[in-house]
């Protein structure tokens, strides 16, 4: 058993005990980083996980081996984790989900021809159906997450999320797919094709979305592919509402836990004390929160940097030099101070609904795999 399994915090425990961990937060606060370094503590522990990362940044991508536009599944050895330094005792699985471009690609599938494919995707039609079709993409990112979960064989799957914006999509999806699939009128606009007959009159009234959309779409040929790609994206996915319910179902079960995100703004605390009470409404369970970027991670770190600054000065023999270091480790020291009591205002707002964690700026962009096994050390150690 590999050391960091014996003294396990509260986050070990908890790769130890869920499925699945969702990672949420505002744009840009280091959900895709820490889903990596998450996945990294979890290989640490033992743990056969698989990492589903949203749109990582070049260098973390390189990093965990994925290509652009790639969904398969790569794995990082056992070999390649501890050349980096890292303890592993099993690999570790990433993939990509990428949320963006999932719809177009089953409609490069369905299309006959290239050309429709463009024409469905150019139309103004498209673009509508596609907003009447909002959350699909999260849904498909969903039915992604409960195939690896019930078909993958992990011990437990880390999910990234987009930015909050659109995590609140991806909470909304499944709800809205079967709102969608429920709704008369889509059943209505696609009654003609599933059921191969003749056309619903409903459809050709002036007001229909069917009509309105035709009015601006410029190949009927294009139309009539954009329709019946509808008609079998809801037939291939058999079982498509009780699944969206099963994916629901999983969200909210003891085998799974969100993580929320934030950084040591107030919007990005905002944003994460709004998802997790959303969350919570939807009876998901919120773990953790984890303070990401602190200034100090440790509140006697402020401290520590003024004193480390005053001892480098006095060894300096100009005055302005010893001046501005001392300006600038006054400076640190502030911000330190005040990322502290940031934290620490953040720890009362959320009143003990979950634990929190948390971790310091990284000097070194934590884009490799040694910086995010650093970053999973201290996600695993126990909390203060
Ligand atoms: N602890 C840290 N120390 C230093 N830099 C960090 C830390 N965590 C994340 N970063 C950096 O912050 C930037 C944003 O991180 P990341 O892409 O993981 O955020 P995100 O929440 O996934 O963003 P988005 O919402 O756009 O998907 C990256 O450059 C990343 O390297
Ligand atoms: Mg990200």
Redesign the pocket.
């Given at each position: 058993m590999p050391a960091d399994a014996a003294r396990t915090g509260r986050l070990g425990q908890l790769l130890q005990a869920r499925q699945i961990i969702v990672v949420v937060g505002a744009g840009g606060v280091g959900?895709?980083?820490l889903s990596a370094a998450l996945g990294v503590a979890a290989a640490r522990q033992g743990r056969r996980a698989l990492v589903l990362?949203?749109?990582?940044a070049r260098r973390l991508a390189n990093a965990l081996g994925l290509r652009a536009l790639d969904e398969d599944v790569q794995t990082l050895s056992i070999e390649q984790l501890r050349n980096a330094g890292c303890d592993a005792a099993t690999p570790l699985d990433v993939a990509m989900l990428d949320v963006k471009r999932t719809f177009d690609r089953a409609v490069r599938r369905y299309a006959s021809s290239a050309e429709r494919a463009e024409a469905i995707m150019a139309s103004p039609f498209y673009q509508t159906a596609s907003t009447a079709l909002a959350g699909s993409q999260e849904y498909m990112a969903m039915m992604r997450l409960y195939e690896v979960v019930t078909d993958g064989g992990y011990d437990v799957v880390i999910l990234?999320t987009?930015?909050s914006a659109h995590a609140l999509d991806f909470l909304d999806a499944p709800r809205r797919m079967i709102e969608l699939f429920d709704s008369r009128s889509f059943r209505l606009l696609l009654r003609p094709f599933s059921a191969g007959g003749h056309v619903a009159s409903g459809l050709f009234a002036p007001s229909s979305l069917m009509m309105r959309g035709l009015g601006r779409f410029t190949s009927v040929e294009a139309f009539h592919d954009l329709l019946g790609f509808f008609a079998s994206f809801s037939e291939t996915f058999d079982g498509f509402v009780d699944r969206a319910r099963d994916v629901m179902a999983l969200l909210r079960g003891a085998e799974t836990s969100f993580l929320v995100i934030s950084a040591t703004d107030e919007t990005s605390r905002d944003e994460g004390l709004f998802l997790a009470s959303r969350l919570r409404d939807e009876q998901m369970e919120v773990a953790g929160w984890i303070v990401n970027r602190c200034s100090a991670a440790d509140p006697a770190c402020g401290a520590d940097s003024a004193a480390i600054a005053a001892t480098i000065a006095a060894d300096v023999p100009e005055q302005s030099a010893r001046t501005a270091i001392a300006t600038a480790a006054a400076t640190m020291a502030q911000l330190a101070l005040a990322d502290r009591d940031f934290a620490t205002a953040l720890e009362t707002a959320i009143g003990g609904r979950c634990w929190t964690r948390r971790l310091p700026r990284r000097s070194d962009e934590p884009a490799d795999l040694g910086e995010l096994d650093a970053l999973a050390s201290m996600l695993l150690e126990p909390t203060p």
């Amino acid at each position: 058993m590999p050391a960091d399994a014996a003294r396990t915090g509260r986050l070990g425990q908890l790769l130890q005990a869920r499925q699945i961990i969702v990672v949420v937060g505002a744009g840009g606060v280091g959900k895709t980083t820490l889903s990596a370094a998450l996945g990294v503590a979890a290989a640490r522990q033992g743990r056969r996980a698989l990492v589903l990362t949203v749109d990582p940044a070049r260098r973390l991508a390189n990093a965990l081996g994925l290509r652009a536009l790639d969904e398969d599944v790569q794995t990082l050895s056992i070999e390649q984790l501890r050349n980096a330094g890292c303890d592993a005792a099993t690999p570790l699985d990433v993939a990509m989900l990428d949320v963006k471009r999932t719809f177009d690609r089953a409609v490069r599938r369905y299309a006959s021809s290239a050309e429709r494919a463009e024409a469905i995707m150019a139309s103004p039609f498209y673009q509508t159906a596609s907003t009447a079709l909002a959350g699909s993409q999260e849904y498909m990112a969903m039915m992604r997450l409960y195939e690896v979960v019930t078909d993958g064989g992990y011990d437990v799957v880390i999910l990234d999320t987009p930015p909050s914006a659109h995590a609140l999509d991806f909470l909304d999806a499944p709800r809205r797919m079967i709102e969608l699939f429920d709704s008369r009128s889509f059943r209505l606009l696609l009654r003609p094709f599933s059921a191969g007959g003749h056309v619903a009159s409903g459809l050709f009234a002036p007001s229909s979305l069917m009509m309105r959309g035709l009015g601006r779409f410029t190949s009927v040929e294009a139309f009539h592919d954009l329709l019946g790609f509808f008609a079998s994206f809801s037939e291939t996915f058999d079982g498509f509402v009780d699944r969206a319910r099963d994916v629901m179902a999983l969200l909210r079960g003891a085998e799974t836990s969100f993580l929320v995100i934030s950084a040591t703004d107030e919007t990005s605390r905002d944003e994460g004390l709004f998802l997790a009470s959303r969350l919570r409404d939807e009876q998901m369970e919120v773990a953790g929160w984890i303070v990401n970027r602190c200034s100090a991670a440790d509140p006697a770190c402020g401290a520590d940097s003024a004193a480390i600054a005053a001892t480098i000065a006095a060894d300096v023999p100009e005055q302005s030099a010893r001046t501005a270091i001392a300006t600038a480790a006054a400076t640190m020291a502030q911000l330190a101070l005040a990322d502290r009591d940031f934290a620490t205002a953040l720890e009362t707002a959320i009143g003990g609904r979950c634990w929190t964690r948390r971790l310091p700026r990284r000097s070194d962009e934590p884009a490799d795999l040694g910086e995010l096994d650093a970053l999973a050390s201290m996600l695993l150690e126990p909390t203060p």
